[in-house]
């Protein structure tokens, strides 16, 4: 009995010993600095730390639980050097949620409890009511009860059925009154709580120190549910002055911790990309089967997810600008879809719990897929391969391996080259401190401290403001959309690092609608559409004076001939681009002849017309143009 008394108390000095020598730390940090991405967030935290000489293990706790474990990175170590580092999800931990939450909670459970008084009360009058009605009836047999009698007891019956009834419509009038505040505050509740708040991260390092000091410590990370995406605010007091630019921020994040008081850069970089570059092999062609797809390249696109979209809209075109009628759109993973209507347009509610992309399919086209990115998404569907009768194979040039390798030296996507010049940080306005130009990315290093907290709001920032010099123009294109819109060409738009986003467009004191910008475009102007213009009427009208089929031999003849007006209600003149078409024949055995297209531009190989009018005040114009088309007697055509 000694000796095994005598082993326990060796083996818990033993421990002791251990635990005084490699002791755990829980150590306590607080969030210095965020760069949030397009989509995505570094965070970077700060933390004193007491190290003993020896091995040190370290518990930072109480941080966010979608940490991206290969991007945790220490400095501030001195001497010390790094055994271990892990990551790890703690489920007893709970985030302490606000005071504006436990306010609402305790104001619904108030509210609560009255409905279920007002419940109580509606079946107590209910139980009343059916009692009332079981001892209505007056036994036959009974020759006590004289007419008098039975009057009474009649008109008590009817005046207290009468009363109870109208007290329960009434307590239930009060009973859909609450039941309405109590869905508003679970509103409210659902945007302040962060659905991630149940469990915890943590990070465990272990550290080897020669002695005991002082660390001041360093840790920074990765998240993934955060972000930030451009909006912009267009203004134009009339259609002579240069437009006014607002370049904003909506910053959102649900990482299940709130960034307190924390300094703010916005980088236009996204981590999460595929950096590594493509490698173009040699095209062999050769027969295959029918089911044999092409693949395609990858596109380039910023557009990011926006988690903050609660429905979608917008129309969807072939790539001749037709509106399609009865494509499938609908939210990848889920059964939430609708389809076009008559003019091509949508509508769609997007689910919470849903994918993150709206996949656009319809029989012939090739099926497109687009990321979430804003409350308007226009598209347009392309003819599937497998369709089209015929296949056109184009060569392109070669380039030598030594003239791509010079186009990439000193370019590395993520990556700073030794030697290369680093940017100098600059003064910039009165929101942001500096902008950043590197070679992959902008960064703004916004000027105050933010505390934005892990919901599903959104912090807007303004990053910056233009004057964007502009040439204002009216443009119609009536088989199309018989509407006539206000554009506004920018000249020199690179140079302002512009991303594709929404944009609300104000012109002359008045909100005018949504429009995108689109700096994706390779062409050295950039043109936004400013809206609808209902002071500038256009018509187009097919003329009834030409036959439109007749055949001759086999071959089918069509004579298409169209008439279009337009008409100035303004008072001020308007320039006004009007464009129509004639088909051009993509097959030798259709053809297509006597284009009469009057004092319009004509392009052969498009078929664009395009007519510059000048339109005074009050004044209308007319613009013919006529064609003939030729195919063989029963072939059908898109015409």
């Not at 339109?615 to 006529?626: G, M, Q």
Request: aromatic fraction near 8%.
């Amino acid at each position: 009995m000694r000796a095994i008394t005598y082993l326990l108390c060796l083996f818990i000095s033993t421990f002791q010993i251990w635990a005084i020598t490699n002791p755990v730390l829980p150590q306590k940090s607080k969030i210095e600095k965020v760069t949030v991405f397009l989509q995505g967030a570094t965070i970077e935290r700060s933390a004193s730390v007491n190290v003993v000489g020896g091995v040190n293990e370290i518990v930072f706790n109480n941080l966010s639980p979608d940490i991206l474990e290969n991007s945790i990175q220490l400095r501030g170590l001195d001497k010390a050097s790094i055994l271990s580092i892990g990551f790890n999800l703690d489920f007893l931990d709970k985030k302490e949620t606000s005071t504006e939450y436990e306010t609402l909670k305790s104001d619904l459970d108030k509210l609560l409890m009255e409905k279920n008084t007002l419940q109580n009360s509606i079946e107590g009058y209910e139980r009343e009511l059916r009692l009332l009605s079981e001892n209505q009836k007056i036994n036959s047999d009974n020759t006590d009860l004289s007419l008098e009698k039975v009057k009474q007891i009649s008109a008590y019956y009817r005046e207290r059925s009468t009363e109870i009834q109208n007290t329960i419509y009434k307590l239930k009038r009060d009973t859909q009154d609450l039941d309405r505040k109590i869905n508003d505050y679970r509103q409210q509740m659902s945007n302040l709580e962060d659905s991630r708040k149940e469990t915890r991260g943590e990070i465990t390092v272990k550290l080897q120190s020669e002695r005991a000091t002082t660390l001041n410590i360093e840790l920074s990370y990765n998240i993934q549910n955060a972000g930030w995406f451009p909006l912009y605010d267009i203004r134009a007091e009339n259609a002579s002055s240069p437009i006014q630019l607002s370049y904003k921020a909506n910053v959102y994040q649900q990482s299940g911790i709130d960034w307190q008081n924390v300094k703010l850069i916005l980088s236009t970089g996204d981590p999460n990309t595929n950096n590594f570059k493509p490698n173009l092999e040699p095209k062999y062609l050769n027969f295959v089967s029918r089911n044999y797809r092409n693949s395609s390249a990858v596109s380039r696109s910023n557009y990011k997810y926006n988690p903050t979209l609660r429905s979608v809209s917008g129309i969807v075109t072939d790539d001749s600008g037709e509106p399609l009628i009865g494509v499938n759109v609908v939210q990848k993973g889920t059964n939430n879809g609708v389809q076009t209507d008559f003019d091509g347009q949508y509508r769609l509610n997007i689910q919470d719990n849903g994918g993150e992309d709206l996949v656009y399919s319809y029989i012939g086209f090739d099926t497109e897929s687009r990321p979430i990115y804003g409350s308007i998404m226009n598209v347009t569907l392309n003819v599937a391969q497998e369709a089209l009768e015929e296949v056109v194979v184009v060569g392109y040039g070669t380039q030598k391996r030594s003239a791509a390798v010079t186009a990439l030296e000193g370019k590395a996507s993520g990556i700073s080259i030794r030697g290369a010049s680093m940017p100098i940080p600059q003064a910039y306005n009165e929101t942001v401190e500096a902008k950043q130009e590197s070679l992959t990315n902008t960064r703004f290093e916004i000027k105050k401290r933010y505390t934005i907290v892990s919901n599903q709001d959104i912090t807007t920032i303004e990053i910056d403001q233009f004057d964007l010099p502009a040439s204002y123009q009216h443009y119609a294109a009536p088989e199309l959309n018989e509407n006539v819109f206000l554009t506004a060409t920018v000249t020199d738009w690179e140079r302002y690092d512009l991303l594709q986003g929404e944009a609300n467009i104000y012109f002359e004191g008045s909100y005018a609608g949504k429009t995108a910008i689109s700096p994706l475009a390779t062409t050295d102007s950039l043109e936004i559409s400013l809206g609808i213009d209902p002071n500038i009427i256009v018509k187009r009208e097919k003329k009834d004076n030409f036959k439109s089929k007749s055949l001759l031999g086999s071959t089918r003849v069509v004579d298409k001939a169209y008439e279009i007006t337009v008409r100035n209600n303004k008072s001020t003149a308007v320039n006004l681009l009007l464009e129509d078409r004639i088909p051009v024949s993509q097959n030798k055995d259709i053809k297509v002849s006597d284009q009469e297209t009057g004092d319009a531009s004509y392009n052969e190989e498009t078929g664009i017309l395009k007519w510059e009018l000048q339109l005074e005040p009050r004044a209308s114009v007319t613009k013919s143009f006529s064609y003939e088309v030729r195919y063989p007697k029963g072939r059908n055509i898109n015409l």
